[in-house]
């Protein structure tokens, strides 16, 4: 406003600020090892990758997810949806989400569902953008999306809706 004076303005040692921001050190296309693969997929290889790293929770939309894999998968031939995954880097179960694994039984039991709990290291959460060939975020409410800011960061192309920062 015109009646604040710039000496009642904090000084630049006053102030400081860290935006959101990712590594590209850290977040880049890398080659991902085989045993890492073998850890998330076990023996089995897939064509297609979709991805989602989410908390369990509603506002995250997890249901949402399964069920949209479910209609793309309905739409290819058997032999073509059985090569594809729903990788889920989140709780399969939360006090505060849903039972994921039940919804998938009851609702999506032809899908591919692999869900991934582990606490992983800058470079395991980079193979995991890697191994991706889409990361979806469905989010109803989401500030920044760091999830799919990583995926861009390796080159991965993201599914979101216009909400908050993912605009």
Known sequence: SSDVCSSDLPQDWQVSYVPHGINSNDYKKVDVPEDFKKKIF????????LYWSNRNIRRKQPIEVIFAFK???????????????????????????TDLPKVIEDNAPECNV???????????????????DVTINLASNEGFGLATAESIMVGKPIIVNVTGGMQ
């Open 42 to 49: 076990g023996d089995k290889k897939y064509d297609f990758v």
């Open 71 to 97: 209609e793309f998968i309905a739409k290819l031939p058997k032999e073509k949806a059985d090569k594809c995954v729903l990788l889920m880097h989140t709780q399969p179960v939360d006090d505060n989400g």
């Open 114 to 132: 692999i869900f991934d709990d582990n606490k992983w290291s800058e470079v395991e959460l980079n193979y995991l953008y890697n191994l991706a």
